[in-house]
C-alpha cells in the first residue's frame, strides 16, 4: 500500500513527529510508512498504532506520487536513508539530520528533488519543541510550506536560510540542556539552602516552566521581565549581582558560539 509519508528511523525523533503528526490530525496512521530495522522498536510502534505501516525496508510498492519522505536517522546513515527513499521516487525529502547540508543530501539523490532540511529540538517529545527549517536548491514555497505544517504539529516553526543552521544548533538544537543543566544547579542549590530534594526538584522545574511561559505570553521583554523581579536593594538584585559576578552571562553566550562551531566542523 502506498504511503503519503515515509518516516526513515523509528527512533526518539521520528516516533516524538510520528506522534505529533498522528495526534494533530494531519494525517493518518495507515497513510504513514515507518522504516526501523530494529523489531524491538516495530514492535512498540505496532502497539501504539496498530494501523501504521512498518517495515525494515521499503519497497517501490510503499511509493506513489505524493509520496514524501522524513529522515530521522543519525548523521551517519543520513546519506544512505536518503538515497534510499529518493531511489524509490519519492517527491521530496525531510530531514531532521543534524550536520548534514542539503547539498550532501542532495548529492544522493537521482535527480533534482526537493530537499528541506530541518533543526528541531528535543520538546518536540512533548509537542513544545521550535523547528528551524532550511530550502536546499530546488525547494520551491510549497515544499516549505508542507515541511511547516507537518513539523507545526510538534511546536514552533521558523524558517531561516540554511546558513544560519549551526547557530540554530548552537541556540535551540541544544538549549534544552542548557537548561536542564540550570534545573540541576538549581535543585543542588535548593537542597544546599536547607530545602528536601524532592521540593527543591519541584520548585525548581515550575520555576522554569512558569518563567518560560511568561517569556512566551507576557508582550513584556525578558529584561522587562527581569526588572519586575528586582526591587532595589533586594534579593533578587543580590542574586543576580553574584551571577553577574561569574560572568553567567558570557557563559552562555561562550557556549552557543562553541556549540555552533562544533556544528559547523562536524559538517564538514
Ligand atoms: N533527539 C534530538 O533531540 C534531535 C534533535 C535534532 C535533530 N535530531 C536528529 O534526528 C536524528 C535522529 O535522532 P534520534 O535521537 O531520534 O536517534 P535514534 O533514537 O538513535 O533514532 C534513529 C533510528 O533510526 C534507525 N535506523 C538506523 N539506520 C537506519 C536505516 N538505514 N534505515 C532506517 N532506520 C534506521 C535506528 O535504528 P537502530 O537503533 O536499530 O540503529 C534508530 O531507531 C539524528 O540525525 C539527529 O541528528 C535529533
Redesign the pocket.
Given at each position: 500500500m502506498t504511503a503519503e509519508l515515509i518516516i526513515?528511523?523509528?527512533?526518539?525523533?521520528?516516533t516524538a513527529l510520528l506522534e505529533g503528526i498522528i495526534a494533530s490530525g494531519k494525517l493518518g496512521a495507515a497513510q504513514i510508512l515507518v522504516?526501523?530495522?530494529?523489531p524491538e522498536?516495530r514492535a512498540m510502534l505496532r502497539l501504539a498504532h496498530d494501523e501504521l505501516q512498518l517495515v525494515d525496508s521499503p519497497e517501490l510498492g510503499h511509493v506513489g506520487p505524493s509520496t514524501s519522505a522524513l529522515i530521522?536517522?543519525?548523521?551517519e546513515?543520513?546519506e544512505?536513508?536518503t538515497r534510499l527513499a529518493g531511489g524509490l521516487g519519492v517527491r521530496r525529502i525531510l530531514s531532521?539530520?543534524?550536520g548534514i547540508s542539503a547539498a550532501r543530501l542532495e548529492g544522493t539523490l537521482p535527480g533534482p528533488l526537493p530537499v528541506v532540511r530541518a533543526?528541531?529540538?528535543?520538546p518536540a517529545l512533548v509537542g513544545a519543541g521550535v523547528t528551524v527549517i532550511s530550502g536546499g536548491s530546488h525547494v520551491t514555497k510549497d515544499d516549505l510550506d508542507w515541511a511547516e505544517d507537518l513539523l507545526r504539529a510538534v511546536g514552533t516553526v521558523v524558517r531561516l536560510p540554511e546558513k544560519h543552521l549551526d547557530a540554530v544548533t548552537g541556540l535551540s538544537?541544544s538549549g534544552p540542556a542548557y537548561v536542564f543543566m540550570m534545573a540541576e544547579a538549581l535543585i543542588e542549590a535548593g537542597v544546599t539552602a536547607g530545602l528536601p530534594r524532592e521540593i527543591a526538584r519541584v520548585l525548581a522545574t515550575e520555576t522554569i516552566l512558569g518563567a518560560g511561559r511568561l517569556l512566551v505570553e507576557s508582550d513584556e521583554s525578558p529584561e522587562e521581565l527581569r526588572a519586575m523581579v528586582t526591587s532595589p536593594g533586594g534579593t533578587t538584585a543580590a542574586a543576580l549581582r553574584s551571577l553577574e559576578a561569574r560572568s553567567v552571562r558570557s557563559a552562555y553566550i561562550e557556549a552557543v558560539l562553541t556549540a555552533a562551531e562544533r556544528s559547523r566542523s562536524l559538517g564538514r
Open positions: 526513515v528511523g523509528g527512533g526518539r525523533m521520528g522504516v526501523e530495522p530494529d522498536r530521522a536517522v543519525k548523521p546513515v543520513a544512505a536513508a531532521v539530520v543534524a533543526m528541531p529540538n528535543t538544537g
